[in-house]
């Protein structure tokens, strides 16, 4: 499993119908407390703070009441305590924080509960939040709330993980009673594991594309620039060594062309005799130089070949002129 982050608080409400407040679970000890039906969220945070707080089903009387029944329970009598895990908005809570005769405990240990268990939060019901005209509650109540995260399945695409964290923002980015503007979602995650694909997400928004783009055409994007990392990465260095090839290239032509020119000359030095057999290997070599198909660039290496090819050609020929006619 993953997580994609903390979603919002979900407020752990204790209420008693005892004839004095009191902040503190070890008061409802030897009380009869209702404490969720076996299985539920409820029952399992509730046990394990009262517990912690050595309320157990030897000293207290532990009912195991689903929400409604147990809030009709309390408002009967039938029990002392009823906790509960709800919405602040959700019916039950709205009633019994209007009932006459029923009180909300403020946990005046929620920083220590909050430490003891990670999972935990101290959050503030401020005086008058519920009811302004009213001034429900009559004074703040400090309280402990479980955070509710998002998990998926360490299996599902990561294109999907984004698409509901970005949907999961989009819901629990407003403020509420508890928190304000952009305080949730968050990438924090001590139960589970963070979805790398969710916590980029909360740490540096939606994704360029996926900004400007349709989801689908985005994803298809990002995809694309992954394929074109690892080409670029080949294409960049041999980018950097083409015009050295091809300068090479280009120069290993006039270099062909040098060497015919010194096998004519070392010819001409072994036999001076042959004259126009010369004249005729420096006539072809001029021809072939001169269609040579140069860039630009290489024109001044060009124009010296050329330069040297003209060169031998005169000494060819004023060594003919030289000759004696009979050697020619």
Partial sequence: MLSLGRMF???????????EDVDRLTALAGKRISVGPTGSGTRHVAMQLLAASEIKADNSTLVESPG?????????????????VAAPDAEL?????REPGI??????????????????????LHKGVIDLAKNIPARDVELVAAV???AVRDDVHTALQFALAQAAAEAHRPPGIFNGDNHFPQSQSTELQMSAVAERFHKSGAPFFQRY?????AVWMERLIVLLIPIVTILVPVFKFAPMLFGWRVNKR????????KQLEIAMADA???????VAEIERIEDAVSSIPIPLQYSEQHYNLRSHVDFVQRRLLAAREAAPSGEV
Avoid: C, T
């Fill in 272 to 278: 001076p005799q042959d004259h126009e057999k010369h």
């Fill in 213 to 217: 783009l349709p989801f689908w055409l």
């Fill in 254 to 261: 006039l270099w062909h062309w040098y060497d015919e020119l």
């Fill in 9 to 19: 608080y979900e407020p752990l409400w204790v209420f008693h119908r005892l004839p």
């Fill in 103 to 124: 009180r909300l405990m403020s946990f005046s240990q929620a920083d220590a509960y909050a430490r003891r268990f990670p999972w935990l939060a101290r959050i503030v």
């Fill in 93 to 97: 809570v709205q009633k019994l924080l």
């Fill in 148 to 150: 509710a995260l998002l």
């Fill in 68 to 84: 409604k029944a147990a809030a009709e329970a309390l408002i009967a009598g039938d029990v002392d305590a009823a906790i509960f």
